[in-house]
């Protein structure tokens, strides 16, 4: 048991129970799930939906040694357990095939910005790859991917070098500037504080693929809040992101900002693309961040699901859960409300999912 598990366990409470009561709504079984449908440039909001509002949730207590160290077999069980749960199946490949095909482009989105302990593990970036190559796309045709190079060397995921050709049965591991971005600036949708629109230039990555896994990490964000699933692909793809941010101007209305996170993940590129979404859990950053800071614990869990705004919903949660545990301001209140994440209502608002925690569905599996 860890430290701050017996102080909290001297104080009646130890990290499982703390874990079971932040599983609101849990159930016991999931239904069999049909095959999502991909959004299209026409419809770009007809996100791939298994079940609205339905998350679910493996746990593990030996899947991180302290807060440095990840069990690779656990992890990789932990992922399995989830999907077999999502989709009804008895195979992680055959799991898998439910959001991605043989002849996808597939990217495996990371977050790795707070590396090194509050990032997405490499055990779960290969874990992903690992059950989408199971699913029958080749190796080559999976792209391992983030924002920056030396973020993704500190969380362990060594990106290749420029000049390198994707080599058969070898997975491609890129960040943004080995592929570059594109050289015409695309409309999300986006507003500035002064309500004209704004454009960013999309990453060449992003629109290489066919098929995105978003694979993001729960982490406190001193702009919006949290950051989670919709940020992870919405400001994780473009080239400028701090023009989009809420400001202090914002409160309590947000009239550029609430929406500004959402709108660009509505976008056929963004979202649109989006076939599952894995939050690695294993940690939680619940201040301090968005980069790595002494304010995160060890979480042990993996979630899995297709709807983004509930995902982000739970974050949020588990976030504001932590801070109470160690008598921080929740989010609504810190900095006089600057740091509510609005853009989770935003994202509910706009039909990207569902944003209510009453009604969201937390499927949660004990594995160990």
Known sequence: MEASEKKTAEQGETRR????????GTTAAAAAIALPKVAS???????????????????HSGATIKVTKQDKEIVESMLEAALLRLTGESSIGDAMKHFVKPDDIVGVKLNTLGSPYSTVTAETAFAVADAVHAAGVAKENIIIYDQYGSRMRKAKIRPMPTYKKPQPGQYQVHFHKNLGYEDKPTDFGAKRKNGKATTSKLAAVARKCTAVINVCVPKDHDLSGVTGAIKNVAYGNIDSVP?????KECVPTCKHGVCNIAKVYSHAQMGGKVRLIVCDALRVLYHGGPQDKKWR????EIAVTTDPVAMDRIIYDWVDGYRKKHKLKPLAIDRDGRRLPRFIQGAADLGLGEGDLAKITQDRIELG
């Open 243 to 247: 023009k989009y941010h809420c400001s």
């Open 41 to 59: 440039a026409k419809n770009p909001t007809s996100f791939p939906m298994s079940k609205r509002g339905h998350v679910v949730r493996a746990y």
């Open 297 to 300: 614990e060890v979480h042990n």
């Open 17 to 24: 129970d703390f874990l079971e009561h932040a599983a609101i």
